[in-house]
C-alpha cells in the first residue's frame, strides 16, 4: 500500500482524528490556519519537487555535520540534569533531556532562530495532540489558539523572506513550482509546519523509548555507554519494537480489493507500521529485544516508498548519540520505581513514555 501511490493516496495523512468543533475552526479560521498538500499529504506533481528541497537539509552530510552539534547540545542538558539530581531536585531523562534536544537541533539544521525551543516544543506537541488526539471540546480550543499562534509565527518568518538562503525558509521563498511560479506562502508555510514537527516530537519520542529500555533492561545502560556500535543498534531494535509512530494512514483513490476485501473509493485505511517489526515470518522471537539480530531494518517505522521519511538518518543518529552521552553522563541513573509504568503519550499514530524520572545511585 505505502509503494502504490495511485490507488493509495496520501490525502488524508493529516486530517484530524477527532472531528475538530466549531469553536476550534473558529480560532483557526481566524488566523489564518490552512494545510494545503505539501508533504506527507500531498499525493500530486509538487510533492517531488518539494520533498527533494526539504531532504537536502537531512542528506548525508548535512548529518554528519550535525553530530557535533548533538553532542553539544546533548553534553549541555546533561550537565544541567546531572546538576538538578546531585542537588536532590527532581530530574526527568523525557522533559528535561529528549523533547528538548531534538528541537535545539532542528533548529541549527535549519537556521531557525528568534523563538524559545520549549515554546517550539510545546507547539509541535499541541499540534499532534489536536490533530491525532481524542481532546474534549475544551482542550480542542486550547490547543487551536497554541497551534493557531504557531502558524501565525510561520506566517510571519516566512512572510518576512529570511535572508539566509541557507535556512529552510530562505530556500522556500526562492523555491519555484514545476511550471515556473513562485510557491504560495500557504504551502511555503505548510512545509515548514510539518518538519518542524514531524522533525522534533517523533524524535524525541524515539528517544524517550530508547531511554526507558535501556534503563530497564539487565546492563542495557552499562552497555549503551561502554559497547561501541551498541547505541546504534539498540535504537534500530527499538524502531522494529517500538517505534513512536505506530501507525499512518492512507485513502482509496478507486475500488480496490484488498486481503479479499472490496474497498470503496476514498476508504480511510489505517496501517499498522509498527506491527510489521512483530511479524513472525520476519523476526525470530519478536517479543525480545535483541539489538544484533541480523534483519533488524526489516521494519516500516519510517514508512517506505515516495514518501518514506526523509528525517531517518538524522532520528537514528539522534537517538543513538542520545542514549551514548546519557549513559556515560548519568552511569548511575536508575528509575524512580513509579516510572516503570509511566504515563504513556496516546495519540491515534503516537506512542511514548511521556516522563522518566530519575535519581543518582538508588531506586526507591
Ligand atoms: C523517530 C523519528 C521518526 C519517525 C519514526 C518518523 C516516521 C515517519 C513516517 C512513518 C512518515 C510517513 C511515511 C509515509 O507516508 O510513507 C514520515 C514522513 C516524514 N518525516 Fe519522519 N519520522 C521521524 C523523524 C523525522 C525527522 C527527524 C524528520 C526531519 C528532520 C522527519 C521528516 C519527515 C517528513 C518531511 C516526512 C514527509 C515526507 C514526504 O511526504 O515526502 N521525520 N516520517
Redesign the pocket.
Known amino acids: 500500500m ?1 509503494l502504490d501511490g495511485v490507488a493509495f493516496r ?1 490525502d488524508n ?1 493529516q486530517n484530524a482524528v477527532t472531528p475538530l468543533s466549531v469553536a476550534a475552526l473558529r480560532v483557526l479560521a481566524r488566523s489564518g490556519f490552512s494545510l494545503p498538500p505539501a ?2 499529504n ?1 499525493g500530486g506533481v509538487s ?1 517531488g519537487g518539494l ?1 527533494r528541497l ?1 531532504t537536502r537539509f ?1 542528506n548525508a552530510e548535512r548529518v554528519a555535520a550535525a553530530v557535533p552539534v548533538v553532542d553539544e547540545v546533548a553534553a549541555e542538558l546533561l550537565t544541567g540534569l546531572r546538576g538538578q539530581l546531585e542537588a536532590g531536585l527532581p530530574g526527568d531523562l523525557v522533559s528535561d533531556f529528549a523533547r528538548i534536544l ?1 528541537c535545539r537541533v ?1 533548529m541549527r539544521l535549519l537556521g531557525v532562530h528568534g523563538e524559545d525551543p520549549l515554546t517550539l516544543v510545546r507547539w509541535s506537541d499541541d499540534a499532534l495532540e489536536l490533530f491525532w488526539g481524542r481532546a474534549t471540546v475544551d482542550r480542542q480550543v486550547e490547543l487551536a489558539e497554541s497551534v493557531a499562534t504557531f502558524h501565525r509565527w510561520l506566517s510571519e518568518e516566512v512572510s518576512g523572506g529570511s535572508v539566509d538562503k541557507d535556512s529552510l525558509v530562505g530556500a522556500l521563498s526562492q523555491y519555484l513550482l514545476p511550471e515556473g511560479t513562485q510557491l504560495d506562502r500557504a504551502t511555503a508555510v505548510a512545509v515548514c509546519f ?2 518542524l514537527i ?2 522534533q516530537s ?2 524525541g ?2 528517544i524517550a523509548t530508547v531511554l526507558r529500555r535501556a534503563l530497564e533492561e539487565p546492563e542495557g545502560w552499562a552497555r549503551a555507554g561502554a559497547e561501541p556500535g551498541f547505541p546504534q543498534a539498540w535504537v534500530e531494535e527499538i ?1 522494529r519494537a517500538e ?3 505506530t501507525s ?1 494512514r492512507r485513502t482509496t483513490a478507486h475500488e480496490v480489493e484488498l486481503g479479499g476485501v472490496q474497498l470503496a473509493p476514498g476508504s480511510q485505511l489505517l496501517l499498522m ?1 509498527m506491527s510489521t517489526g512483530a511479524d513472525r515470518d520476519v523476526f525470530q522471537q519478536p517479543q525480545l529485544l535483541d539489538p544484533h539480530r541480523n534483519n533488524v531494518r526489516h521494519h516500516l ?12 538518518s ?2 537514528r543518529t539522534e ?1 543513538a548519540i542520545a542514549l551514548r552521552a546519557a549513559a556515560r553522563s548519568l552511569p548511575e541513573a536508575v528509575t524512580v520505581r513509579d516510572s516503570a509504568r509511566p504515563p504513556m503519550l496516546g495519540l491515534l499514530s503516537f506512542r511514548a513514555p511521556m516522563s522518566l524520572p530519575i535519581v543518582l545511585g538508588q531506586a526507591y
Open positions: 505505502l496520501p495523512a508533504l506527507a500531498n510533492h520533498r526539504v537531512f531534538p532542528l510539518f518538519v514531524a522533525g517523533t524524535t519520542q524515539l524502531l517505534s513512536p509512530v499512518w507500521l517505522a519510517f514508512g517506505a516508498g515516495r514518501h518514506r521519511c526523509p528525517g531517518a538524522l532520528a537517538a
